[in-house]
Structure formats: C-alpha cells, structure tokens
C-alpha cells in the first residue's frame, strides 16, 4: 500500500488514483458468491467505474502475495469488472526487484484478458 500511496502523493492533475482498503476483503470462497460481502461489491463498483487498475504487487517468497491474489479471485467472478481493464504494475524492491511476484501476476491477470501496461 506504501507504493499506491506514493503514487497518489506525486499529484499528477492528469491522475485520480484511489486507494482501495483490501485488508477486510475475506478469503475467497465460492459459497459465498451469492451473497458477496459488501467489502467486495464496494471494490467492484470502483473498479467498474475506474479507467484503469493500478496495481502494488508486493512479493512473498518469490511470489504475488496472497491478499492481492484473493482480492484479484473476488473481482475475476460473475459479472467482474476486470475484463479486458487497462492496468499497469508496481513492486516492491525485494531481492528480485519484484520480478517473480510480476511474473506470477500477470500470469493471474491472464484471466480476464486485461490490458496490462507493459514497461521498457
């Protein structure tokens, strides 16, 4: 979070990025689609209406961590709103720069076919 806050402190005027709050979001589990917590039907509302998705891919053990995972597993079901969303990246510095963790992310994304914003 420390990374979108970051982002969110340059004040681009060209830029409105919100922070979304995922720390209350629960485990994904597919008995609980049909009454999706509201935590989620929030964070899907916004994503619908944003542009694009910025997304802090923090890395665990040379991975995606898993609260991003779970929040991605929400917003990828029913009537998501990630299909085919513009969204770009940004990592930690670990040992690996973040690589694996973007790796394995964009491996995830892959799902719903997002345009995700490739960097030189």
């Known amino acids: 979070s420390g990374l979108i806050r970051a982002c969110i402190n340059i004040n681009n005027p060209d830029l409105d990025i919100e922070w979304a709050d995922i720390t209350q979001v629960p485990l994904f589990n597919e008995d609980l689609e049909a009454n999706t917590p509201e935590v989620v039907l929030n964070i899907k509302e916004r994503v619908r209406k944003a542009d694009g998705v910025l997304w802090a891919v923090p890395e665990n053990n040379e991975n995606v961590s ?15 709103p990630m299909k085919q969303k513009p969204c770009a990246m940004v990592s930690s510095a670990g040992m690996t720069g973040g690589q694996m963790a973007q790796k394995s992310f964009r491996q995830t994304v892959s799902y719903c076919k997002v345009k995700m914003k490739e960097t030189p």
């Open 66 to 80: 898993a609260p991003l995972k779970n929040i991605y597993d929400w917003l990828s079901r029913g009537d998501t």
